[in-house]
């Protein structure tokens, strides 16, 4: 299979994956960590400020891409601390506009480098 994948400046990878795949008119978005692409060290702060990062990240992915928050339709978030999740929610409803994507939330023992979120998102090319 080929795989069209799409590596942006604004995000950091910390395996050997790519930020993005393009499979036909679907763009599946790799979990970004609360990196700051910068410094490459996570973001120190609470979980709103690593929630605003992973944003930051993916949609420096998304704009890599050709793409918008207005193209995302699905989203999986997943969270070390679930009593997290009403401050995570305040930050994420900031980033899209209704209709909101589908989205996941799932609690999680840990994350890479002790990250207390990782968001990752599927978008579509095109308003189909």
């Known amino acids: 299979m ?8 604004g995000a950091v ?3 050997p994956y790519s ?3 393009e499979s036909g008119d679907l763009i599946y978005l790799s979990g970004q960590t609360p ?8 973001v120190t702060g609470d979980i709103m400020n690593q929630t605003e990062q992973c944003f930051k990240n993916l949609f420096n992915v998304l704009s ?4 918008t928050q207005a193209n995302v339709i699905k989203v999986n978030v997943f969270l070390t601390d679930m009593s997290h999740f ?3 929610n305040s930050v994420y409803q900031t980033q899209f506009s209704s209709p909101y994507p589908a989205r996941t939330t799932i ?6 480098l002790g990250a207390k979120v990782e968001i990752e998102m599927i978008a579509r090319r095109g308003n189909h």
């Open 35 to 42: 990196i700051d692409p910068t410094t490459g060290k996570l």
């Open 107 to 112: 609690g999680v023992a840990s994350l890479p």
């Open 86 to 88: 009403g401050a995570m």
């Open 64 to 67: 890599d891409s050709g793409l």
């Open 19 to 21: 930020h993005a795949v």
């Open 13 to 15: 990878a910390i395996g």
């Open 2 to 9: 080929l795989r069209k994948a799409y590596t942006a400046d």
